[in-house]
């Protein structure tokens, strides 16, 4: 069966960078694009982005473009999300969640990791 | 990319049927028939309940249903349970692997 396992809870200070990875299992994992979603508390879904894991091509929200990176590694089936310079108002938790291939038919997610930003 | 427009809440009593709109342009909405739906329970990772406008996932009821029109997408949820009280986001293609969600809508179940 299809999984996403996330890496646990993380409290950054303002400035600092986080890494939250997705660690993928029971699929072909070069063959289905991967989203990351972020939610504040109390707040909507927000799209970060996609990476396309076979060739490692990415496209991020304009208004992350700057501070978000999204990574693979195949050997290990594992999706990682760098977000930089960090903010208070970057406390969410983050997801990722698979792209069954009908562009955005995201049946398959991640836990979800909470990122605390505070001084 | 703007967020898609929905509604904050929606409500019905049980059994009835409860419409959720989401509005964007043609960029978006109006321009792919690339919709989907997601219902979300507190404290829980969303859960797929509609895709590509109008089809569902295994497993999900009959009772969710969707359609598009012009540059709005609408999800119904007919027979309203308990369960069905949730928070509801569409999600819409916006071309060039982008993507965009709604500002989502409760859904109380009087």
């Known amino acids: 069966q299809v999984q996403l396992v996330q890496s646990g809870a993380e409290v950054k200070r303002p400035g600092a960078s986080v890494k939250v990875s997705c660690k993928t299992s029971?699929?072909?994992?070069?063959?289905?694009?991967m989203h990351w979603v972020r939610q504040a508390p109390g707040q909507r879904l927000e799209w970060m982005g996609i990476?396309?894991?076979?060739?490692?091509?990415?496209t991020i929200a304009q208004r992350l473009r700057d501070r978000v990176t999204m990574t693979r590694d195949t050997s290990a089936n594992t999706f990682y999300m760098e977000l930089s310079s960090l903010r208070p108002d970057d406390t969410a938790v983050y997801y990722c969640t698979r792209d069954g291939g009908v562009y955005g038919d995201c049946e398959y997610w991640g836990q979800g990791t909470l990122v605390t930003v505070s001084s | 990319q703007s967020a898609l427009t929905q509604p904050p809440s929606a409500s019905g009593s049980p059994g009835q049927s409860v419409t959720i709109s989401c509005t964007g342009t043609?960029?978006?909405?109006?321009?792919?028939?690339?919709v989907s739906w997601y219902q979300q329970h507190p404290g829980k990772a969303p859960k797929l309940v509609i895709y590509?406008?109008?089809q569902r996932p295994s497993g999900v009821p009959d009772r969710f249903s969707g359609s598009k029109s012009g540059y709005t997408a609408s999800l119904t949820v007919s027979g309203l349970r308990a369960d069905d009280e949730a928070d509801y986001y569409c999600l819409s293609f916006a071309g060039r692997n982008i993507y965009v969600f709604g500002t989502g809508t409760r859904v109380t179940v009087l």
């Open positions: 590509e406008v109008t």
């Open positions: 990476i396309n894991p076979s060739d490692d091509t990415t």
């Open positions: 043609s960029s978006d909405i109006g321009g792919f028939n690339y």
């Open positions: 029971g699929y072909t994992f070069v063959s289905h694009h």
